[in-house]
């Protein structure tokens, strides 16, 4: 068969209407979805676009934040300095003292000469060995009678010239205030005590409890405050002669201005000396003062096997189930709220989702009805 004999039926106006509707309707469609694609991208790229500028802001802040915390330091560190600079020029010309030998400089020669001190100080303590300990142990003891061995304890603190600090008795405090050993009933099964000892007298008072019972286990901590000491003894030295600087520039003033100045200064050196003074005496009374603590026990009597019958299992296994059922309803009432709660957060969220969608919906056919 020849293919050149082959004849194509002739199409219809109606046909040839119906095909071109069909590709024009084809090509406004893949239109459409080309524009949809490209306004996809679009938000995707304004989307990366905000969170990149998001993280460039935080990290423009986190550096200039860097860049300015230094400079409010020094700011700070250095009003004092300008304080003091300012009572010397004017304070001390006006009271009729000699510049040569100023507040001022008086102070920090006091101050450098204190901190040469507080280093020679802790050199010599180190060198000689005289260290200043604070010491703290810790024991369990195991006892038949822990109301009689709390007394024990805090008797034999009495009498090496310490004191009983703190007490409890089966979770109850038991007043310490009156200075001697508290009377207690011998009603209790457990307790702990918290002494004072001498410092030399601490080794003695832990290896005592050895009388009182069975030790099951005891520690002791020392930390050495030696210089922390010595730097407060300097200080407070260089303090008081500051202080007493002052008050001889207060009683030369000629103007009342001037006096006011000099007192303003003095309260501020004498509230510094008051509380270095209050750190050095807590200092001296912990290094003076070891501080014991005592975990008393008493071992819980043997009991003898009791084997439940078929009735007391059926019983433990009701109560069970009773238990279990208490349970799930408590559960059951705590989590109702927040199912209420997430359930409303839910459905605002699909709100929202459905009118963006909606939205997008709408531009869409407006689109491609302009089209």
């Avoid at 405050?225 to 600087?245: F, G, H, P, Q, Y």
């Avoid at 009374?285 to 059926?314: E, K």
């Amino acid at each position: 068969m020849n293919t050149h004999d082959i004849t194509l039926p002739e199409l219809s106006d109606e046909r040839v209407d119906e095909i071109e509707t069909t590709l024009f309707a084809r090509i406004s469609q893949e239109r459409r979805d080309a524009r949809a694609d490209a306004e996809r991208a679009r938000a995707r790229a304004t989307r990366r676009g905000r969170i990149w500028m998001g993280v460039a802001g935080a990290a423009a802040f986190v550096a200039v934040a860097a860049l300015i915390a230094p400079q409010l330091n020094l700011g700070s560190g250095s009003s004092g300095s300008r304080a003091e600079e300012a009572y010397v020029s004017e304070v001390a010309p006006a009271a009729g003292m000699p510049m040569d030998g100023s507040a001022s400089s008086m102070d920090g020669a006091g101050i450098a000469g204190a901190d040469a001190g507080a280093a020679t100080g802790s050199e010599d303590a180190l060198a000689t060995g005289n260290r200043e300990i604070i010491a703290t142990a810790s024991a369990t003891v195991q006892v038949e009678d822990a109301a009689a061995a709390a007394q024990q304890i805090g008797d034999a603190a009495t009498a090496a010239g310490g004191y009983v600090e703190s007490m409890s008795i089966d979770g109850t405090a038991v007043d310490t205030t009156a200075g001697d050993s508290p009377e207690i009933s011998p009603a209790y099964s457990g307790a702990w005590i918290t002494v004072r000892v001498p410092a030399d007298h601490l080794d003695a008072a832990i290896a005592q409890l050895a009388t009182v019972g069975e030790v099951m286990a005891s520690q002791v901590s020392r930390q050495d405050v030696t210089t922390e000491a010595v730097d407060l003894r300097a200080r407070v030295t260089a303090l008081e002669a500051s202080v007493a600087r002052l008050t001889e520039l207060m009683g030369q003033a000629t103007s009342t201005a001037d006096l006011i100045a000099a007192e303003s200064e003095l309260a501020q050196r004498q509230s510094e000396l008051d509380s270095l003074r209050q750190q050095l005496t807590w200092l001296d009374n912990q290094v003076g003062m070891s501080t014991l603590t005592v975990s008393l026990t008493v071992a819980a009597p043997a009991v003898a096997a009791d084997p439940a019958g078929f009735g007391d299992g059926i019983a433990a296994g009701w109560n069970g189930l009773i238990a279990t059922l208490n349970g799930l309803v408590v559960a059951i009432g705590f989590l109702l709220p927040w199912v209420a709660v997430l359930a409303i957060a839910w459905l605002v969220f699909w709100a929202v989702r459905r009118g963006i969608r909606s939205r997008r919906a709408r531009r869409a056919g407006e689109q491609s009805a302009e089209g």
